[in-house]
């Protein structure tokens, strides 16, 4: 007769009960498929990270999709940009921009702080659609920014 397997395996073995386990990650990127879509992500592959109002279905091609909009506002397009720049290079950033005339979007001051040194090439919004419809892009990440404009297509530089 073989013994009943517990419903919370932990429970048996002496260790923490599951509310009281914690990460045994250190760094700021804990998201599995996050994670395993930046490990396959090579030199020259392209990471979109959009704001709650793109539309990712249909303005992306081949890349992984990965919806991480929590609520309204959460996660936030820096958040997660902070998130990866922990664990990866970036060699260039491209900015989605508003029409003729419109004032600059707050959030790129942000992002040049986040990357310093580098240069964020603007496209117009449908030029900047365009670009992350292109096979290198690899990763696609929805947020729950609720910024207008606030769309980084991310180049993954050398380690």
Not at 79 to 93: F, G, P, Q, R
Request: hydrophobic share 40%; glycine share 8%.
């Amino acid at each position: 007769m073989s013994a009943a397997i517990p419903a919370e395996p932990w429970a048996s073995s002496g260790t923490a009960r599951k509310s009281e386990v914690t990460s045994m990650l250190k760094g700021k990127l804990i998201h599995p498929q996050l994670m395993a879509a930046l490990s396959a992500c090579g030199h020259g592959d392209k990471i979109l990270i959009a704001d709650g109002n793109y539309p990712l279905d249909s303005k992306t091609t081949d890349a992984e999709l990965i919806y991480l909009g929590l609520t309204p506002g959460l996660p936030t397009v820096t958040d997660v940009l902070d998130a990866i720049l922990s664990a990866s290079n970036v060699e260039k950033a491209q900015v989605m921009t508003p029409g003729e005339g419109e004032a600059e979007p707050e959030i790129f001051d942000e992002f040049r702080k986040m990357l310093p040194g580098q240069e964020l090439e603007k496209l117009g919004r449908y030029e900047f659609y365009d670009a992350c419809c292109v096979p290198g892009v690899k990763v696609a990440i929805s947020t729950g920014e609720k910024r207008t404009f606030a769309n980084i297509l991310i180049t993954v530089g050398v380690a």
